[in-house]
């Protein structure tokens, strides 16, 4: 079925088996450029915990649903 997540996508978190239930886009803008996206999952308990964790570290963040990816994640994006 369209728009429901697969068994398969579980949360990036070390250790959580959680179903992902969004996608944290992410890039290190000193060695990626503006087009190059990564992607992790999250879910619902640890997606704040994951967006944290990278912009602490000053990269650019995005949030979508699953299935959804950006062509790129720019400076001063947020989550």
Request: glycine share 6%; charged share 25%.
């Amino acid at each position: 079925m369209i728009g429901t997540p697969s068994p398969e996508l579980r949360c990036s978190r070390a250790s959580c088996r959680t179903d992902a239930a969004v996608a944290v886009h992410w890039r290190n803008p000193r060695i990626h450029s503006e087009d190059r996206v990564k992607t992790w999952l999250a879910c619902a308990d640890h997606e704040g915990y994951l967006v944290d964790y990278l912009a602490s570290r000053g990269f650019p963040v995005m949030v979508t649903a699953l299935g959804e990816t950006p062509d790129r994640v720019v400076t001063g994006a947020s989550a």
